[in-house]
């Protein structure tokens, strides 16, 4: 007479059914495709924390080593945190560097 366990079941993928170009033609569509992005942005800062938690564990375990020894765990935690976040950009991470501006030529 115990209870049963039920999971939790949650759709992985975008919903296929939204049109980019009249994204307010279908609201139900559209609430999943935003309810997606947030979720996967979730997921993003998650993993981000996760493996900052690594980082700072490895630090205090190498102690003078950790320029050589976390190395690894360094490039993976700024690459996990390029673009994620909520800013209202909306940018590719590819395209959050510093600003190139054209130089015009006589």
Not at 5 to 22: N, V
Not at 50 to 69: A, F, P, S, T
Not at 84 to 91: A, E, V, Y
């Amino acid at each position: 007479m115990g209870r049963k366990s039920r999971k939790a079941e949650f759709d992985e993928i975008p919903p296929d059914s939204i049109d980019p170009e009249h994204r307010y033609k279908d609201p139900v569509a559209y609430l999943e495709m935003r309810e997606h992005i947030v979720r996967e942005k979730w997921i993003q800062i998650e993993k981000a924390k996760i493996i900052r938690e690594k980082l700072r564990w490895c630090y205090r375990i190498e102690g003078v080593n950790h320029l050589q020894k976390c190395r690894h765990l360094v490039t993976q935690y700024l690459e996990s945190t390029r673009g994620i976040g909520w800013g209202k950009d909306g940018r590719h991470p590819s395209l959050h560097g510093p600003k190139v501006e054209a130089v015009e030529s006589e």
